[in-house]
């Protein structure tokens, strides 16, 4: 009986741990597998060639870039110059560590202000739920525009300061009605016998909800932590001092206005650094926390997303 049951699920030709093929669906043909095997091939190539370029530009030597006539394709004369003078305490230095801090006090105050809130429209029963429900669902189509929330945050104090980087995009109606549709998902008995075992709300959102949703959350911490950490529109908004720019806007200033950072342009005057070496570092910089990241919460986005959304 187990070499049956063993057979059928694993089929003839076939991994153990694949799970068995639907009976309507056809069986892939050698053709369609290397035309699939090729396209995502072709796909990997385009995203990570541009990357390899990038890196093995910010580790190539003044002369390397200078005898290749720009971007480097081949590595040679490995040198890790540019990112010892980047992290040396200047200001690219002091940009990472803003944009750093940043990203983390802005995503745990998003995901508290949106994990409240979506629970709270979860409960249908609750105060006032339709009526806040629509309020949200309308500023997703009408916005006031750009001069009266300048000018709102200005009135309320919040220019040159960090706040104006966190609080003006600090919640995501999407990711709310995301986390509310998932929250709707759960099983409304458990949530009933907590509330009979005198469980108050925020002891079965903490305890219960939260933990039946890591994958969702998962996923909505990642969204607005590389959405915190890629901003630059707020600060070059909201901020005059130059001290206070993220890691995002020193990129933009290097790479398209071509403007040195502070304390490195003597160095690539002198001929000790390529201006091109330093504009790939820095972009390596503000795309190395992403990529780092990103693989750990990729098991969450099929459950977290798909489910959020069809159990809403």
């Not at 104090?157 to 999407?174: E, H, N, Q, R």
């Not at 990711?175 to 759960?186: A, E, K, P, S, W």
């Not at 075992?197 to 590389?226: C, H, K, N």
Request: proline share 5%; with cysteine.
């Amino acid at each position: 009986m187990t070499a049956v049951i063993d057979k059928t699920v694993r089929g003839p030709g076939r991994w153990a741990s694949a799970p068995p093929r639907p009976g309507w669906e056809e069986e892939p043909s050698k053709a369609g597998l290397a035309g699939k095997g090729l396209v995502l091939t072709l796909a990997c190539l385009g995203i990570l060639f541009p990357l390899w370029i990038v890196v093995v530009t910010s580790l190539s030597s003044r002369k390397t870039i200078d005898a290749a006539g720009g971007l480097v394709m081949v590595p040679k004369d490995i040198t890790f110059i540019a990112y010892k003078e980047l992290l040396s305490g200047g200001q690219v230095t002091r940009a990472a560590v803003i944009s750093v801090l940043v990203t983390l006090v802005g995503t745990l105050f998003s995901m508290g202000v949106s994990v409240l809130c979506a629970y709270g429209l979860s409960r249908t029963g609750s105060l006032g739920h339709r009526w806040i429900l629509m309020m949200l669902l309308a500023t997703m189509f009408f916005s006031a525009g750009l001069i009266p929330t300048y000018l709102l945050v200005q009135t309320l104090g919040l220019t040159d300061s960090y706040w104006a980087l966190i609080l003006p995009s600090a919640v995501s109606v999407f990711n709310i009605l995301v986390l509310r549709g998932f929250f709707m998902g759960i099983s409304p008995e458990l949530i009933d016998s907590a509330r009979i075992d005198g469980a108050g709300d925020l002891r079965i959102l903490w305890q219960i909800v939260m933990p039946l949703s890591r994958a969702v959350i998962a996923v909505i911490t990642l969204f607005y932590a590389v959405g915190y950490w890629s901003a630059w529109f707020n600060a070059s908004l909201y901020l005059n001092d130059q001290d206070m720019m993220p890691l995002q806007n020193v990129m933009i200033q290097l790479v398209q206005k071509q403007e040195a950072p502070v304390g490195l342009g003597q160095a690539i005057k002198t001929g000790q650094l390529s201006g091109l070496a330093v504009q790939m570092a820095v972009m390596v910089m503000a795309l190395l926390p992403v990529a780092v990241l990103s693989p750990f919460v990729q098991k969450h986005f099929k459950k977290g997303m798909l489910t959020g959304a069809v159990k809403g």
